[in-house]
């Protein structure tokens, strides 16, 4: 699970939500330097003197980040680079016990790649991957897919936030930024 949890009942057992964030290279060497300082970062509390990085990107796709996964991959841990990013590569930073999430930082080389490859993944894949008792069996985070609330679309969802995904990450490849992505 490259540093997520050390089981998936762990993982499901706690809320985990995933955030991610551009990084200017300044901001990402201070965050290896200091990774005590990467809540005070995502907290907007910490921008490590960089101009340039305080005016960041952010998207919170919260618990849909592991169905994200399936769908772009078709794999629950596992995938192809640079589609799996959510839960796989990078670089590790800051101070996180692996128990309690992961937070990697992806070099703007990588998020350019990352860009090309969502925006050539089609809307088609991800609605024939989705199988809700599939992604149940499979332990898909956050496990409620088979008995969803009745005023929700699981699917309608993830397309919505994968659309949002694709949109941010190419605002990220174009400033020339590196990614954050934090999940705990």
Known sequence: MDGLASSRAEVNAMEMLCTLRSATEAQHQALLKAPERLQDFLDDEEDFGDAEGVKFLELDIGESWHGLQYLMTGKAWEGTAPLDFLVRGGEDV????????????????????????????????????????KMQQLDIYPVLWDEPADDADPLAELVSYFAELRKFVSQVAQRGHALLVHIG
């Open 94 to 133: 800051g101070d996180i016990p692996s128990d309690e999430g992961t937070a990697r930082v992806f070099q703007p080389a990588e998020v350019k790649k990352l860009s090309e490859s969502l925006h050539a993944l089609p809307l088609d894949t991800l609605r024939g991957r989705f199988d809700a008792g």
